[in-house]
């Protein structure tokens, strides 16, 4: 985990945020800092290249989705694709469905391993990843999750909806590398409100 060294805790109350930093200092993390809002997270970003946002799944859930999505907004690259992981004590299909709806790049559950734990977190490191973007969900493609057709999500990326999609990897000494980003169909209104002036990455439309 050197490469690893920083990362926010983004724990719901007292008791997830000391299971977080717990988890975090077994990981070897060097700097683990309680998050103070997205403005603060875009200064630390300038001196911090990857950072790992760990949360939990409590019943604050909903708090959790709130600083998710400004997270997603944020016009810092490195914030905005930065990984998102939770942890989840109490596995069931409603936590994995909204874990899954929020945008988090993996979901952790117990039994705890610091092993298996550095491995998950290793494979957002050096690696292609790819986004969705529509109207409402920046992140993971959650179609692949649900095989199940009983199960029931949100609205994913569709041609009639239109939707942005990305390519990237993050890397811990260089940030973040858009390698392309398309939009299909429909441009996403989030296209315009999160990156007005802001990012310019594009690569193909």
Request: aromatic content about 10%; charged content about 25%.
């Amino acid at each position: 985990m050197a490469s690893f060294d920083f990362a926010t805790n983004m724990g719901a109350n007292p008791n997830s945020a000391a299971l977080i930093r717990d988890i975090a200092t077994d990981l070897g993390f060097r700097v683990i800092k309680p998050y103070e809002g997205l403005q603060d997270a875009e200064r630390q970003a300038k001196t911090s290249t990857l950072n790992f946002f760990l949360f939990d799944y409590s019943a604050e859930f909903s708090e959790s989705v709130k600083k998710i999505n400004q997270l997603r907004s944020s016009k810092n690259l490195k914030v905005r694709f930065a990984p998102l992981i939770c942890l989840v004590e109490s596995p069931s299909k409603e936590a994995f469905v909204k874990c899954v709806n929020a945008g988090f790049d993996d979901i952790l559950t117990l039994p705890w391993s610091a092993t298996k734990i550095g491995e998950r977190l290793a494979a957002q490191v050096d690696s292609t990843s790819i986004y969705f973007e529509t109207n409402s969900y920046l992140g993971p493609d959650r179609r692949k999750y649900f095989l199940d057709e009983k199960v029931q999500i949100q609205a994913a990326p569709g041609l009639s909806h239109g939707f942005r999609r990305f390519e990237f990897s993050r890397n811990p000494h260089t940030g973040v590398h858009i390698t392309s980003d398309r939009v299909i169909g429909r441009a996403p209104q989030r296209l315009g409100e999160a990156n007005s002036g802001a990012v310019q990455h594009r690569m193909a439309i």
